[in-house]
């Protein structure tokens, strides 16, 4: 049996986990448990592209769903008796880790310790951490920061032009997420360009419902739009990104909002769910824009021309282009988003062409430029597989 990694991340309140083939990529097993502290808590297992729903208790905690997950696994004796690690994705490691690590007690005192700059994610990841520590104690546990990869930016570009202490004494600084896609596509990205990744300058747009875009001169990250936290920068899902940095202020002080409820706003009620009062999915959207649903239709323009902004910027810290590259599910799928995005940077010397744009879907990944425009590529990303490879160094 080919060796395995079990690839555990999460969330807030769910919890994605796979069963990884270290050398391929290939997921053997997939699953989700979601709703955690809900009445509504489920817990679904993929494998061999079959669902199946297994038992969960309602509400369940992080702690019940991963026994759950550990009890279904039994299932899968064959795979269970191959893994050889086990990967942990987690969210914050601040300035402390730029690299994944070996799990053991003073990396999870510094994981707690930087829960404050993520206290939706690091918790989770830790009580994750513990139950899979519990549940596999024989083998090694490695933990992958989704910040690490953008410890290479530039101190110009990490600070906030405000004063100087709050970045000495509280670590107040741009962090950036999605490190583990970014490094997979901006690879792959290298690999089809045929070029030494070394050599390589790109602008990764991740584009899910979480969105961030890289900016990678000679093979090192210098800049990215996620930022302290996972609001920053882009429109999302359901994060507003750049806003007027007095708005927070202005909605407490003139309109009387709570601060728990612009908190709640910015994160779960704007982005395109807020503009479009419809939806956090770009597929609804979509269909509801072609429909004339005149607010899908503005969400989405208002999330190809932000898109468009950051890519032209980050052409300054670039440097001469190598290739632009789309990932996450927008950014794999969305042919529209996709087109409206290059069509404001066509002026920039980006240029779709229409009939690749269509065929680059559903997990397929290539081209989609005219030729003598910039190279533009959509890449299928693998988070999961970066986690299994980090996690393989210590096997
Ligand atoms: P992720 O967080 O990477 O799973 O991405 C989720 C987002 O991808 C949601 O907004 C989905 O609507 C979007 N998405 C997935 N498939 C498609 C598709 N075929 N067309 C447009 N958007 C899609």
Known sequence: MNKMVLVLNCGSSSIKFAIIEAATGDAALSGLAESLGNDDAKLTIKVNGEKKACPIDANATHQQALNAIELALEAYQELQNSLVAVGHRVVHGGETFTQSVLINDDVKSAIRETAHMAPLHNPANLSGIESAEAAFPNLPHVAVFDTAFFQTMPKHAYLYALPYELYQKHGIRRYGFHGSSHYFVSHKAAEMLSKPYEQCNLITAHLGNGCSIASIHQGRAVDTSLGFTPLEGLVMGTRCGDIDP??????????????????????????????????????????????????????????????????????????????????????????????????YLSHLGFAVDADKNTAMRFGQSGPIHQEGSHNTLVIATNEEWVIAQDAMQYV
């Open 246 to 343: 007095s708005l927070p202020t202005f909605l407490i002080e003139q309109l009387g909002y709570s601060e728990k409820a612009v908190t709640a706003m910015l994160n779960k009620e704007s982005g395109l769910l807020g503009i479009s009062q419809l939806s956090n999915d770009c597929r609804t959207l979509e269909e509801q824009a072609e429909q004339g649903h005149e607010l899908a239709n503005l969400a989405l323009t208002i999330f190809s021309y932000r898109l468009a902004k950051y890519i032209g910027s980050y052409l300054v810290s670039a440097g001469p282009l190598d290739a632009l590259v789309f990932t996450g599910g927008i950014g794999e799928n969305s042919d529209r988003l996709r087109a409206d995005t290059l069509k």
